[in-house]
């Protein structure tokens, strides 16, 4: 039933993350299928304006978001965070990384 799990498990997991920083000025789309996801972030949301190379945003994110546990793994195409986990995850456990992935961008992105 891993499959299974995935994608219900997956859509429950992109809502709650939608939920949790999809508002965030720096938030500029989470995107995913199953239980992979990334979140993409810009410097100024209404104009699609990305940050600086040099700034190194999903870094900085993955970075705190390890400090709390959770691996999460920043993307070479520009500030993107990656998220993969394992197809068995839970609700509850999606919970505790959306909470660690809120923080993590509250840190990085006061």
């Known amino acids: 039933g891993l499959v299974e799990n995935a994608g219900r498990v997956g859509a429950y997991f992109k809502n709650a993350l939608q939920s949790a920083i999809g508002d965030h000025p720096n938030v500029g789309e989470i ?3 199953g239980l992979l996801m990334a979140i993409e972030f810009v ?3 209404t104009a699609r ?4 190379p040099a700034g190194q945003v999903g870094g900085r994110i993955a970075a705190a978001l390890l400090e709390q546990g959770i691996i999460g793994r920043a993307m070479p195409q520009g500030d993107i965070l990656g998220l993969a986990p394992p197809l068995c995850l839970t609700t509850e456990e999606a ?3 959306t909470a660690a992935t809120a923080r993590a961008v509250k840190a990085v992105l006061a």
């Open 31 to 33: 995107r995913g299928e």
């Open 95 to 97: 919970d505790i990384i």
């Open 49 to 52: 304006r990305f940050f600086e």
């Open 43 to 45: 410097e100024d949301k």
